[in-house]
């Protein structure tokens, strides 16, 4: 800093002499710099910026800038003159205005602005260019970019707020997810399903849309903002909307989601939702049979054993045996499957006695739940044995649900033959022929106490078991039973088409003809 030597003339022509030595020096200026409130000179070349002298700018945002003026001086003895004020960074700080000329002992105003261009520390160092020899006079100055306060969409949804983002297509339930899926619903039924509008900004955030919330789309009609949000909403703040959704028809329904704000890259901020339309709850109704639950429809006619198919074709049965099934009635429905008939499970058809329900299933019968039921098929004569079973119920399109079963009778045919060549003895027959021509009836004649055996064989030419059921199985009667005794007895019961033999041996205890009648009783 250059010091300034002030002196009064103290004669108005007082003549100085001066040597060589002594010569005058041409004034030179001087300069200086100082700003703040307190008008505080700054040091330089070197200074740390501070707010005191206004070489410290502070905070401001980046959509806005801030103006310092500071105060050249010129502390020397000639007129300072300012060709330029340059700054090593222009992309923050601009040189406003400047003194072109600085008086002796003047101060003049240097003005500078401060335009951050990104949210962090800017710096930058001022230097003159001036008519003072010497070192340049320079001095540095800083301040911090903030971001411009602006609002920030967010959006969630959900039960536990999952978020959503601008553009989302991936759809997810309400439970566990976004709430952008919903619920399948019955047509003409409602499903509400609420948002939230957050703004994690710092400046409102401006709803702008005619009606706030906008549905497009496939399917529009079938979505509607019942409660709409509120605006503005303040930074940090949120509001929610309600978005019903009510199918018009069945099957998938889609729609878009749009919200115009003022979120300057999210808007509008847009998502797609859907639902899907179903039929009202309604029981249908389905059957299964056999060891491995096969299918049987309504009306099916195509009759499987109970091994390996659906059970509606009973194993042959002897008449007086019997043989029992087990169906089982399911509910693939989701309302109460209702069996309304009297009984609840009905047998008709060509021979509807062969078979019976011993036991009838329960009602009603839950959406996705069963029952069973059985039927007994206890022929009562031989041959194919025909019936169909009808279930009453509440299914639209399966009342009555039908289908036909089939069962087979057999029955035992008892045949008898003795003699040598196995010849044919008739129930009832009194034809006696001897044993090595006939059937045997007729024994030998034998002495008193001496003994002859002839053997008989019981056939079943039926397809039923053959059972002998006397006690004992064979049994003598007629005039001489002591005479005839049965030493082999036959096995019971016989299968179909299956045989069996006796013996019977004759032991005469008095001279003359000895008669007596065989009997067998069976199930023929």
């Given at each position: 800093m250059c010091k300034r030597f002030t002196f009064f003339l103290l004669a108005a022509f007082m003549v100085v002499a001066l040597t060589p030595q002594q010569s005058w020096a041409a004034p030179k200026p001087g300069h200086d710099v100082r700003g703040g409130s307190s008008s505080q000179v700054i040091p330089w070349p070197t200074n740390t910026p501070i707010v005191a002298d206004d070489t410290e700018y502070g905070n401001v945002g980046t959509s806005s800038s801030l103006d310092h003026t500071f105060e050249v001086g010129n502390d020397g003895g000639a007129t300072l003159t300012l060709t330029d004020v340059t700054l090593n960074n222009t992309t923050d700080f601009t040189v406003i205005s400047f003194p072109p000329t600085?008086?002796?002992?003047?101060?003049?105003?240097?003005?500078?602005?401060?335009?951050?261009?990104?949210?962090?520390?800017?710096?930058?160092?001022?230097?003159?260019?001036?008519?003072?020899?010497?070192?340049?006079l320079s001095f540095n100055i800083q301040g911090t970019g903030q971001a411009a306060a602006a609002p920030e969409m967010d959006m969630t949804g959900g039960a536990t707020d999952v978020p959503i983002s601008d553009g989302d297509s991936v759809l997810s339930n309400w439970a566990s997810g976004k709430g952008t899926l919903f619920a399948d619903t019955v047509t003409g039924a409602?499903?509400?399903?609420?948002?939230?509008?957050?703004?994690s900004g710092s400046a409102d955030l401006d709803l702008t849309g005619g009606t706030r919330v906008q549905i497009a789309g496939a399917n529009p009609g079938d979505f509607t903002v019942t409660a709409v949000p509120s605006t503005p909403v303040t930074g940090s703040g949120q509001t929610t909307f309600t978005i019903r959704f009510t199918p018009l028809a069945l099957g998938q329904r889609d729609a878009t989601v749009s919200i115009a704000n003022n979120d300057s890259d999210e808007n509008p901020y847009n998502f797609v939702i859907r639902g899907t339309g179903v039929?009202?709850?309604?029981?249908?109704?389905?059957?299964t049979g056999g060891a491995t639950d096969v299918a049987i429809s309504d009306g099916d006619s195509v009759l499987s054993d109970w091994g390996s198919g659906k059970g509606t074709l009973f194993a042959d049965t002897d008449v007086g045996q019997n043989v029992s099934h087990v169906f089982t009635i399911l509910n693939s429905g989701n309302a109460n499957l209702n069996l309304t008939g009297g009984p609840l499970v009905q047998i008709a058809g060509a021979n509807p006695g062969d078979f019976t329900v011993t036991a009838a299933p329960s009602t009603p019968v839950a959406g996705a739940g069963q029952t069973t039921f059985t039927i007994r098929f206890a022929p009562t004569a031989a041959g194919q044995r025909n019936a169909t079973v009808s279930i009453d119920n509440n299914d639209a399109n399966e009342n009555p649900y039908n289908f036909v079963i089939r069962g087979t009778g057999r029955v035992p045919e008892m045949d008898l033959t003795g003699g040598l060549t196995d010849v044919s003895i008739s129930d009832g027959d009194s034809t006696l022929s001897d044993w090595t021509s006939g059937k045997g009836t007729l024994f030998a004649d034998a002495d008193v106490g001496t003994d002859v055996f002839h053997v008989f064989t019981i056939l079943n030419s039926g397809t039923g078991s053959l059972t002998l059921s006397g006690?004992?199985?064979?049994?003598?009667?007629?005039?001489n039973p002591g005479d005839f005794t049965v030493t082999a007895v036959?096995?019971?019961?016989?299968?179909?088409?299956?045989?069996?033999?006796?013996?019977?041996?004759?032991t005469p205890t008095a001279a003359g003809q000895r008669n007596a009648t065989v009997s067998i009783d069976n199930n023929d």
């Amino acid at each position: 800093m250059c010091k300034r030597f002030t002196f009064f003339l103290l004669a108005a022509f007082m003549v100085v002499a001066l040597t060589p030595q002594q010569s005058w020096a041409a004034p030179k200026p001087g300069h200086d710099v100082r700003g703040g409130s307190s008008s505080q000179v700054i040091p330089w070349p070197t200074n740390t910026p501070i707010v005191a002298d206004d070489t410290e700018y502070g905070n401001v945002g980046t959509s806005s800038s801030l103006d310092h003026t500071f105060e050249v001086g010129n502390d020397g003895g000639a007129t300072l003159t300012l060709t330029d004020v340059t700054l090593n960074n222009t992309t923050d700080f601009t040189v406003i205005s400047f003194p072109p000329t600085v008086a002796v002992g003047a101060w003049e105003p240097l003005v500078i602005r401060f335009h951050p261009q990104s949210a962090s520390l800017r710096q930058a160092t001022v230097t003159f260019d001036d008519n003072v020899s010497g070192q340049a006079l320079s001095f540095n100055i800083q301040g911090t970019g903030q971001a411009a306060a602006a609002p920030e969409m967010d959006m969630t949804g959900g039960a536990t707020d999952v978020p959503i983002s601008d553009g989302d297509s991936v759809l997810s339930n309400w439970a566990s997810g976004k709430g952008t899926l919903f619920a399948d619903t019955v047509t003409g039924a409602d499903t509400f399903h609420d948002f939230t509008i957050l703004n994690s900004g710092s400046a409102d955030l401006d709803l702008t849309g005619g009606t706030r919330v906008q549905i497009a789309g496939a399917n529009p009609g079938d979505f509607t903002v019942t409660a709409v949000p509120s605006t503005p909403v303040t930074g940090s703040g949120q509001t929610t909307f309600t978005i019903r959704f009510t199918p018009l028809a069945l099957g998938q329904r889609d729609a878009t989601v749009s919200i115009a704000n003022n979120d300057s890259d999210e808007n509008p901020y847009n998502f797609v939702i859907r639902g899907t339309g179903v039929s009202p709850p309604a029981p249908e109704m389905d059957m299964t049979g056999g060891a491995t639950d096969v299918a049987i429809s309504d009306g099916d006619s195509v009759l499987s054993d109970w091994g390996s198919g659906k059970g509606t074709l009973f194993a042959d049965t002897d008449v007086g045996q019997n043989v029992s099934h087990v169906f089982t009635i399911l509910n693939s429905g989701n309302a109460n499957l209702n069996l309304t008939g009297g009984p609840l499970v009905q047998i008709a058809g060509a021979n509807p006695g062969d078979f019976t329900v011993t036991a009838a299933p329960s009602t009603p019968v839950a959406g996705a739940g069963q029952t069973t039921f059985t039927i007994r098929f206890a022929p009562t004569a031989a041959g194919q044995r025909n019936a169909t079973v009808s279930i009453d119920n509440n299914d639209a399109n399966e009342n009555p649900y039908n289908f036909v079963i089939r069962g087979t009778g057999r029955v035992p045919e008892m045949d008898l033959t003795g003699g040598l060549t196995d010849v044919s003895i008739s129930d009832g027959d009194s034809t006696l022929s001897d044993w090595t021509s006939g059937k045997g009836t007729l024994f030998a004649d034998a002495d008193v106490g001496t003994d002859v055996f002839h053997v008989f064989t019981i056939l079943n030419s039926g397809t039923g078991s053959l059972t002998l059921s006397g006690g004992p199985l064979v049994q003598i009667a007629g005039a001489n039973p002591g005479d005839f005794t049965v030493t082999a007895v036959p096995s019971t019961p016989v299968a179909g088409l299956g045989q069996t033999t006796f013996t019977i041996r004759f032991t005469p205890t008095a001279a003359g003809q000895r008669n007596a009648t065989v009997s067998i009783d069976n199930n023929d």
